[in-house]
């Protein structure tokens, strides 16, 4: 075992042990779509954190991205993807995932999603920035991920060898002899439990919350990227956190997103002064891709010296823009905002973590018997910046094949387990005393400040002090609490982005440094790596 890595005290002799075959981390829509291609005639046990309905899945907006209409080729969303991804794309991954597209998306259909359609029942598709046709697929307007998790959740839980734990804090990876063997676990009853697997699938999803502004919801802590980290695991593309350009921006509320399929029917995006300055910035105007489009955003806030830009719709068909952007216009309203008359307060906000733990094209780790899918990994599929609707279906083609590799791994293992000593000789300091609230909005305000969407040395090298003395006191403390964990979970994940992103002296894709402006293919068309 790794003795000096667990986050808390624990005896092994008094707690509780559980085996099951395969073990999966995360159930969101690359955690369920895992644990849905086990077979049949293996234990299943899916792990989440929260309610089983909280996730980024849930809360994506857009669509899935496929190739639905005889106008479309897989060709054209391959190079789109490649496009966006600012030369990092591993090609091979591309196409892989963008071939299985249609498959995932008509398994969505068989299993209950009710996408949106046309009035002649062939699918309604969408564009979203950085694509060159219509191809997303979306449900309930503006409210996809929501739809598809409902089909996948009930699916799953009529699956006879699936068990689905919700409110069960995944503490960290169980390792013996350089391999992963379960993890432990927190109960709602309050208790610890030792779950030992023969294989372990890890779609824990991301890290927005080391963001003060972002969309992602309170759970995206970075904890399965962490665990991953302190077992030994290899991540890389740290420094590739993707801000979202127009999340609603009003005093009193959540930054709650405004979709990019909003500007794929035609918004604008206009300055205070109701100037649209996006085509002076790319040909493709508000339909760039998002690091262009984020990016653009925040040089105009600069020059007006105003804290937010603007979407406007009010050009377009209003029952259509009704119709189609439901929440949108529901959470507006709410605010006194008609988004058929009035324009959108809107400014970037971090929103999907492309850098993760490396996988390998089956979605298989550095450490055996650990695979991984999702906002977890870093598969090659993103590069350096994501192509609008590619997360979901990465959940999807990336949780059915490492579903697949583990049940088949887990299946050639015997059933017979000899428990591995579990010892823990970390004497930790109590972590009583401790504002655990005062130090995550200090983190998540310094990330905003100094690890944003524009960089230079001078301010990243100030938030890597700053990190790394509150890591220094607060990582060698035992907690008891969901807070203290999640704490140190995200410190070690901001510790490693801000330590990537000094590192890249370049700028490529959504990695923008102010002192190192140009993209450096020479120097830095390459992955950076991180491992414990």
Known sequence: ?????????????????LFTDVLVIGAGIAGLRAALEVSSDLDVLVVTKDSIQQSNSSFAQGGIAGVMSPEDRFEDHIEDTIKAGGGLCDRAVVEMVVREAPKQINDLIHWGTNFDLEAEGRLALTREGGHSHRRIVHALGDATGHEVMRAIIERARLAPNTTLWDNTFTIDLLTHEAACAGALV???????????????????????????????????????MAAAYRAGAELRDME????HPTVLYVAGSGRFLITEAVRGEGAYLRDKNGVRFMPNEDPRAELAPRDVVAQAIVR???????????????????????????????VCKSFGLDITKDRIPVRPGAHYMIGGVTVDAQGRTSVKNLWAAGEVTSSGLHGANRLASNSLLEGLVFGASCGKGASEAASAMPDSLTVPPVSSRFQPEEGDGLDVADITNSLRSLMVRKMGIVRDRASLGEAER???????????????????????????????????????????????????????????????????
């Open 466 to 532: 700053d990190v790394a003395f509150w890591c220094r006191y607060v990582l060698a403390r035992e907690f008891a609490t969901r807070e203290g964990w999640e704490l140190q979970n995200v410190l070690t994940i901001a510790r490693l982005m801000i330590g990537s992103a000094l590192a890249r002296e370049e700028s490529r894709g959504v990695h923008f440094r102010a002192d190192f402006p140009k993209r450096d293919d020479e120097h830095w068309r390459r992955h950076l790596t991180c491992s414990s």
């Open 300 to 330: 105009c806030m600069e020059r007006t010296q105003h804290p937010n830009v603007y979407l406007d719709l009010t050009h377009l068909d209003p029952d259509h823009v009704r119709r189609r952007f439901p929440g949108i216009d529901k």
């Open 240 to 243: 590739f956190m993707q801000f």
């Open 186 to 224: 927190h109960r709602p009853d309050g208790n610890h439990l030792l779950v030992w697997a023969k294989q372990t699938i890890l779609a824990s999803g991301g890290a927005g919350m080391v963001y003060r502004e972002t969309t992602n919801p309170p759970v995206a802590t970075g904890d399965g």
């Open 1 to 17: 075992m790794n003795p000096h890595r667990y986050l808390i005290q624990f005896s092994p002799k008094k707690t509780p042990h």
